[in-house]
C-alpha cells in the first residue's frame, strides 16, 4: 500500500514542489515548457516506430489490439501523458505563430490516434472545443455580434451531443467475456 501511494501521491507532490522551487529561483518557465515538447516528441516517434514496425513494444496484448503502448503497460497511458501537452502547446503555436510547434501538436495528436484511447479523444475533442470557442469569442464576436448567436447555437447543440453521448456510453465500454452472472438460479 506505501509502494502505490508513493508513486501515485509521494512523487507527484515532490515533482510538483521541485518545480514551483525552480520556477522561482529561475523565473522562467520555458525549460519547462520545452522539455515537455520534447518528452512528448520522442513519445510520439517511439509511437510511431512501433505502427509502422510493430516491434518495440512493451505491451504485447496492445499491439495485438493495434493499439501502441510505447513505453508504457497500457495504451491509455500515452493519451495521459500527451493529452495535457497538446492543450499546452496547441494555444502556444497560434500565439507565438511558430511552425515548430504546429507540427509538434500534430505529431503528438497523431500519435495518440494511434494509442485508439477513447478517452484521450474525447478529452482532445473538448480541448479543441474550448479553443475554437475561445478563438470565435475573441477574434470575431468582439468585433461583430452576430457571431453570439452562432457561438451561443454551437454551444447548445455540443450539449447536446454531450448529453446523448454519456447516456449511450455503455455502447462505449468493452464487451465483458465469460458467463454472465444472472443471479443466484444455481440448482
Known sequence: GLGIFKAYFGEPILVFYMTVDTLQRTKS??????????????????????????RFTFAP??????????????ANMVGLY???IIALILPLSFWRRSLFLGISAFLMVA??????????????????LFYFFYFVW????????????????????????LGFFFLKTHDLTPPVEGPVYQGSNTA
Open 138 to 161: 475573441r477574434n470575431l464576436v468582439r468585433r461583430q455580434r452576430i457571431f453570439l448567436g452562432f457561438t451561443l447555437s454551437l454551444l447548445f447543440f455540443l450539449l447536446v451531443f
Open 29 to 54: 518557465w520555458r525549460w519547462l515548457v520545452w522539455a515537455l515538447i520534447i518528452s512528448g516528441l520522442w513519445l510520439s516517434f517511439f509511437c510511431f516506430g512501433q505502427k509502422i514496425t510493430g
Open 82 to 84: 500527451l493529452g495535457p
Open 111 to 128: 500519435a495518440t490516434v494511434f494509442t485508439r484511447s477513447k478517452g484521450t479523444t474525447l478529452a482532445l475533442g473538448g480541448v479543441f
Open 61 to 74: 496484448w496492445e499491439m495485438a489490439q493495434g493499439r501502441v503502448s510505447a513505453v508504457y503497460n497500457s
